[in-house]
């Protein structure tokens, strides 16, 4: 476990590549015809052991009336713009993805800062984005959150 805390705080890895999300496809006047949504990201976790993504989630309602949206993509990434995956709204209005293959150099540090859920228009729905947080644990507990995280790493002299 040492081993990945060094390697979360340490690594300096420079990102192989970045994928952001194309720009909206109406500014805010050529919007006003379509229906507006709220979007709220869910808290996710980093599970160290496995280095695996979880529960990453978002859910998108209509403003107006509350009900769920169903079947309109999300796409979540790092805040730094690396695609993590999409997917598309349930019933429930939730979109929700898990990570489990390599994150690829510098992906951890990135989730530090979270991730962004972001709904692109669709022709139907007005462009939404939401931020989740990400905790960063093991199989079985909570290790630290983000916060935690970021504080410098103290070397250890290991001669003695």
């Known amino acids: 476990m040492a081993a ?3 390697s979360l705080s340490v690594g300096g890895g420079v990102l192989a590549s970045a994928a952001t999300p194309p720009a ?17 990201a869910g808290q996710g976790s980093l599970n160290v052991t496995q280095m695996q993504l979880e529960n990453i ?29 999409t997917a598309y709204t349930n019933h429930n209005g939730v979109a929700a993805i898990s990570a489990s293959e390599n994150l690829g150099p510098g992906t951890a540090q990135e989730l530090l ?30 290790l630290f959150s983000d916060r935690g995280l970021k ?9 003695r």
């Open 151 to 159: 504080q410098d790493v103290v070397p250890v002299d290991w001669s």
């Open 4 to 6: 990945a805390l060094v």
């Open 24 to 40: 909206s496809p109406c500014g805010s006047a050529e919007c006003t015809g379509l229906q507006p949504v709220s979007m709220a």
């Open 57 to 85: 989630s978002a859910t998108v309602v209509d403003a107006v009336s509350g009900e769920p949206v169903r079947g309109v993509q999300i796409q979540f990434s790092t805040t730094g713009g690396r695609l993590l995956g």
């Open 113 to 142: 800062a979270g991730y962004d859920a972001v709904l692109l228009g669709d022709g139907v729905h007005t462009p939404a984005s939401a931020h989740g947080a990400i905790t960063v644990g093991d199989d079985g507990a909570l």
